[in-house]
């Protein structure tokens, strides 16, 4: 797995939860280099979640992970994917795996809400401190102040389909309940103080490389596959 290359897209149109779950498509990306395939779809399962942000012309309705082989050409994949599709954008991306999300066999959804969060680096932040904020700082932060049970950190290495501009892509697994309740999404037990306090030290966290503004944060489902 050391030399798997990453790519994730995020997909605009209607009906992209079943046709991203067909089996054809599947044989496509395995024809084209794919080795394993994450699907996060905003679907009826997590329709009332309470968390949602939208920085994009429109909100993400899908997200995919596919991963391949090194020196795998990446643009058979984002065409298989664009078919499907409105509107796409992809990018190779450097995952770091904080929380190791439930092993689920093919297909099942995992039980969770799976939060994708798109991340930009904010106009007069250097790159490098931007990066060490962010993995090097917020990281604890959000394990230590959320109740999750996933947490990958995929950064941008470049961008393979499309022209939109992110920096990272963000995955976070919560249980169902964080939804609707904040106090389950923060792990704070019913505890207002204890909810206040994790809140802003989440707050204060993410402001320091500029993850409170400029990001998308799309609930999601979440299935995966190996090809």
Known sequence: MADAVKLIYALWGAGLDSALQSAQLHTLLRAAGATRLQINVDDADVENAMLRITTFEKPVPAVVSVWTDAGVDPEPISDLLAAISQRSAGWEVEETIRLVPPVVENGVRTTALAQIGF??????????????IWQGQ???????????????????LRTVHGSEQVDAVVEELFHMAAMTDVHAFYGSGGDDAELQRRMTLMVESVMRFGAHTNLDSVPTSRYCYAL
């Open 119 to 132: 991340l930009r680096i904010p106009a007069g932040l250097d790159p490098a401190d931007w990066l060490q």
């Open 138 to 156: 917020h990281t604890s932060v959000a394990i230590d102040t959320q109740d999750t049970f996933g947490y990958i950190q995929n950064r941008v």
